[in-house]
């Protein structure tokens, strides 16, 4: 069989319906959000409403990244200077980053080699410093958010969701992304929605959305477009920073049509997922492991540990399965993985994490495109159970 070509892994294809828009912006060069009067809106405030209206929530401001949505956040609900907030420590660089860039200080939590935050730590760093917590649904694995809910409430401590990787995820009922105060998406391109960047912030607090509109850079009465019927904004008009992290029309226009495909790829990316995991499970040398009870999970890329292989054989593993082309990285063995916290150098000192640290060493990582049809499928799980059969025969 032919390896498979890097093509396989591509972002998700824009929808032919995304292109009238999109020609009829290249025409007008409409492309700021805030051009359109109030009474029309336009493709950035027209996707904020539908994407409030699909997760059930009062408010949805878009954004330019993920990032700018958990940075805003923290920002909106208050998190000062000097202040701590806890964080998963398996998620990407952007999230320390974006509790640097809101001047206050990241407390990283560990993580087992289920990919999912550790309550015993969890509760353990939960002291009367941390004034928030973000918890990054790393690659779409869900912590125990019914845990994570209760303590943060009895502790009287702001929930922020990072919720860049599950957007059609659900726990029990509940859409990830709404369990916290604020709920933040990404659709940079290798996300559930491809817009190449973009980011969505979700709340039903009126504080906060009024703050965060106006920090996004709804300059002057430009917070009028919002059609927002409060009264907060005229008391944060000039008293809060404008940061400008706001979307603009051409990627909302690409986004907008793309809001429909989410159930079909939610759907499609659970089945491949799954498919290719009972596949590795089979093999004694590698473990998926499973979904907690509460989770459907929306995956778009699959993880997976190695059991028993050696840092050397680990390293062959990655090797071989790439000339197969089943394109593996492991976290902590790729130089200058983002997601590895050790590289996190600008949080200042790095804690020892030895749980997080162990799963990433051996924590394989590939992309798992909602596209896919069963035959490229198969012969992914064949290059990795071949490669894996090579090292361990
Ligand atoms: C877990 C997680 N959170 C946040 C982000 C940031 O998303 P964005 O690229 O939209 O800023 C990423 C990016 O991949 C991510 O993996």
């Known amino acids: 069989m032919p390896p498979l070509p890097a093509s396989t892994y591509d972002a998700e294809p824009i929808p032919a319906s995304a292109r009238a828009e999109i020609d009829a912006l290249l025409g007008s060069g409409d492309l700021f959000r805030y051009t359109a009067p109030a009474d029309q809106p336009g493709p950035v405030a027209r996707l904020e409403a539908e994407f409030a209206a699909r997760m059930g929530v009062k408010y949805a401001l ?24 806890l964080i998963p420590a398996f998620t990407f660089a952007a999230v320390p980053s974006a509790v640097v860039h809101a001047g206050a200080q990241p407390i990283l939590v560990e993580v087992g080699d289920n990919y999912r935050i550790d309550m015993t730590d969890f509760e353990a760093k939960l002291t009367p410093s941390v004034t928030a917590v973000v918890i990054s649904h790393m690659r779409g694995h869900t912590s125990d958010m019914d845990a994570i809910t209760r303590l943060c409430t009895e502790r009287g401590v702001t929930l922020i969701e990072d919720a860049a990787h599950s957007l059609g995820t659900l726990w029990h009922d509940r859409k990830i992304g709404t369990i916290g105060k604020v709920g933040c998406f990404s659709f940079q391109s290798y996300k559930m929605v491809n817009g190449g960047e973009g980011g969505m912030l979700i709340t039903d607090d009126d504080e906060v959305i009024a703050r965060a509109v106006i920090m996004s850079g709804a ?81 778009d890329s699959i993880q997976f540990n190695l059991i028993g292989f050696s840092e050397s054989e680990a390293r062959r593993l990655t090797k071989i399965a790439q000339t197969k082309g ?68």
Request: net charge positive.
């Open 62 to 85: 878009a954004l330019n990244s993920c990032s700018s949505a958990i940075f805003l956040a923290l920002k909106a609900i208050g998190v000062k200077p000097g202040d701590q907030v």
């Open 219 to 299: 300059y002057e009465h430009n917070w009028q477009k919002h059609r927002l019927n409060l009264n907060l904004f005229a008391k944060y008009q000039n008293t809060l920073p404008l940061y400008n992290l706001r979307m603009n029309n051409l990627s909302a226009a690409i986004i907008r049509p793309q809001i429909a495909e989410i159930d079909r790829r939610t759907r499609d990316g659970r089945l491949n997922h799954d498919h290719v995991a009972a596949r590795l499970n089979t093999s004694p040398h590698l473990s998926v492991p499973p979904p907690l009870p509460a989770e459907s999970r929306a995956p």
């Open 326 to 393: 089943a394109a593996i990285s492991i976290f902590g063995l790729s130089e200058d993985n983002a997601r590895a916290f050790w590289n996190w150098h600008f949080i200042g000192n790095i804690p020892d994490l030895p749980k997080t640290r162990n799963m990433l060493m051996r924590a394989c990582d590939l992309r798992l495109p909602a596209r896919l049809g069963r035959s490229e499928l198969d012969q992914i799980a064949d290059a990795i159970l071949s490669s894996v059969a090579e090292i361990k025969p």
